[in-house]
Structure formats: C-alpha cells, structure tokens
C-alpha cells in the first residue's frame, strides 16, 4: 500500500488529536469531541493493519472500517460545527482533509473488492433455501 495514505492518515490523527484536546480544555465540550477522536485516530490504525494484512480479504475489510470510520469523522465535525464547538474556517480545513482521505480509501477500496470478489452462481439454490438453515444442514439441496 501506498505508504502516503498511511502519512496523511497519522498528520490527520494528530489534528484530530489536537481537536480533542482543543475542545476539551476550552470548550469544556467532552462527548462529541471523544467521539470525534475515536473515530478520526481509527483511520490511520486501520490502514496501519491493512498495510500488515494476511489476504486480500483482510485488506480490503481494513481499508472499508477505515472508510467507514473516515465517514463516520464528517459526520462528528459536521455536528460540531452546527453547533458552535469548532468555527468555519477550521471545520473547513479538518473537513477538506477528512474528505480527501474518503476519496482515496474508497478509490482503494473499489478497485480491491472489484478484482477481489466475484459472485458467483450457486445451481439450484434459492436464496429461500440460503435462508432456511435446516434445509442447508440436512442436505436437501
């Protein structure tokens, strides 16, 4: 893997480190910001575990909870923004980073599951009979 995602996803931890410890001490505001810390430092470790994957299955499933938690970081500074815990221009900033980190892990993440997984047909198995255990255990298929 690139070792430049895995840069910009430490400097982005540590902004997102600095935010905490912004909000915080001068905010005095601790659940969003907790939260916000959780998931922007999350990113970064999930591609430090998917630079050590063991299967492209592994990579991939790394890469998506990093996406996932990038996601889940706009969501946190979008609210801490509409609600007066961080201003424009440094929501702005932080946003426009998160934002880039989205676009090349779901860049990376597009290209491994499309050559990594492929359907694949199964003869005469419905997907009722996928979901009724029995039939699957007890063999009428």
């Known amino acids: 893997m690139d070792n430049n995602l895995y840069n910009k996803a430490y ?21 969003l910001s907790k939260q916000l810390l959780r998931s922007g430092t999350s990113i970064g470790a999930n591609v430090a575990e998917a630079n050590g994957a063991i299967s492209k299955a592994d990579f991939s499933a790394k890469i998506s909870i990093s996406y996932k938690e ?3 970081t706009k969501y946190w500074l979008s609210l801490l923004k509409d609600t ?4 424009q221009n ?27 997984y492929q359907f694949r047909l199964i003869p005469n198995i419905l ?5 009724n255990i029995d039939t ?4 009428s298929i």
């Open 11 to 31: 400097a982005f931890a540590i902004r997102i480190t600095n935010a905490y410890q912004f909000l915080s001490k001068e905010k005095r505001e601790f659940i």
């Open 70 to 72: 990038c996601l889940e």
């Open 84 to 87: 007066n815990y961080i201003d």
């Open 90 to 116: 440094t929501f702005e900033s932080v946003f426009q980073d998160a934002d880039e980190l989205a676009k090349i892990l779901f860049t990376i993440l597009k290209k491994s599951r499309i050559n990594t």
């Open 127 to 131: 997907i009722t009979d996928i979901l």
């Open 136 to 139: 699957l255990i007890h063999g």
